[in-house]
């Protein structure tokens, strides 16, 4: 399994963002608590050419036409 964790500088930072944005942003400030602890499991991670491709989204950016 892969894994992005961040180093104590790093999970500090994301903590004290966390804190910054809870008033105003509590979902956001709750991924980044899970991110500074948990880090990123990348097999859980969808790539990003199928999520525009499961958008109808081309090369371009622009939406594909029927």
């Known amino acids: 399994m892969a894994r992005i964790v961040f180093d104590a500088e790093e999970s ?10 809870f008033p105003a942003a509590p979902a956001l400030a709750y991924v980044l608590e899970r ?11 969808v790539p990003w050419e199928t999520l525009r491709a499961e ?3 081309t090369d371009d950016g622009g ?3 029927a």
């Open 35 to 45: 991110l500074a602890s948990e880090g990123i499991d990348l097999d859980g991670c």
């Open 55 to 57: 958008a109808g989204l």
């Open 63 to 65: 939406a594909q036409v």
């Open 12 to 21: 500090a930072g994301l903590h004290a963002a966390a804190a910054a944005e």
